[in-house]
């Protein structure tokens, strides 16, 4: 689903009801676990946390005016979505997630390269997001971006 929002508040109250309260935890989550120095805003059309140019001034190599993108939540058609750069560009991460995963969750791990879908409501692994939200600091992620995956 594509939301037009351009506040996180805004893009909250337009998800299906059910959601919202599952969207504002996650996003409590990752405000709490977040290293210092990203931002929150509307990325994508979805909560987004970025690197902001005040910090990385080149922002987003497919779109400079962008900020540097971290991660993201989405509600979408049949799940909510939270993407983490982290995940698709560190193997370390990525695995560390999908090994701890089954630990938090009694559901199968739903994911694509940088992507875990979140089906039923009931069984997020909440903890396990805390976690994932303090492995990278903005310096790592700027690193990891230059090293693996910004065009160069």
């Given at each position: 689903?594509k939301?037009?929002?351009?506040t ?5 109250s337009q998800i ?9 935890k996650?996003?409590a989550?990752i405000?709490e676990?977040l ?9 994508y059309?979805?909560?987004g ?7 990385y001034p ?9 900020p540097l993108?971290?991660?993201?939540v989405?509600?979408?058609?049949n799940?909510v979505?939270?993407?983490h750069?982290?995940i698709y560009a ?5 695995d560390?997630f ?5 630990k938090?969750?009694k559901?199968k ?9 979140f089906?039923k ?10 976690e ?10 700027i ?7 910004k065009?160069?």
């Amino acid at each position: 689903m594509k939301y037009e929002a351009s506040t996180p508040e805004e893009y909250i109250s337009q998800i299906p009801e059910d959601r919202q309260p599952v969207v504002e935890k996650i996003r409590a989550i990752i405000k709490e676990n977040l290293p210092e120095g990203f931002e929150e805003g509307i990325t994508y059309n979805m909560l987004g946390y970025y690197v902001p140019h005040s910090i990385y001034p080149d922002g987003y190599h497919c779109d400079p005016k962008q900020p540097l993108p971290f991660m993201n939540v989405a509600s979408q058609k049949n799940s909510v979505n939270l993407y983490h750069s982290g995940i698709y560009a560190n193997p370390e991460i990525h695995d560390w997630f999908v090994n701890e995963y089954p630990k938090h969750s009694k559901r199968k791990l739903d994911m694509g390269k940088s992507c875990v879908r979140f089906k039923k409501m009931d069984d997020i692994p909440y903890e396990l997001i805390a976690e994932l939200c303090t492995k990278i600091t903005v310096e790592d992620w700027i690193n990891t971006y230059e090293t693996n995956v910004k065009k160069k």
